[in-house]
């Protein structure tokens, strides 16, 4: 964010701990329901040790990134559009029409961060990965004892 904007622009939303608080536990979520079967297979032993399953498991880190941004995304419109909006007293429909426009906007500047971070996504998924294929060799060591 601070290289993204300049400093006139207030970051003081995007910089409030409980907005990275929030993006980082909807990550947290999105990465546990993609890895699940991701290290239910390689707990089982049949894909141990494939450079195939440690790139899918980078681009699992992908997907869950992207997830928790729109999900942020989405969020941040309905709270600008309904909680904010509700200031203005507009009808239900006019409500849903702000929260179309913000979340246009939001997600026209928001898709250069998504860019940005895609490539740590894959690498921290990559780590993720490769992490869950050597506990699974561990275990499968440790089962033929």
Partial sequence: MHFMYSSRVSTSFVNHPLTNVGVAAAGGVCVCLFMTKFLRNVLERRTIGQLSVVCYAGLLGIVSTVLALEGFYVLASAYLAFVLGSQLHPTFLQRLGMFVVWFIDIQVFGLRPIGL??????????VAGIAIVQAGKRQARNVSL
């Fill in 117 to 126: 971070i895609l490539p740590f996504s894959f690498l921290y998924g990559l």
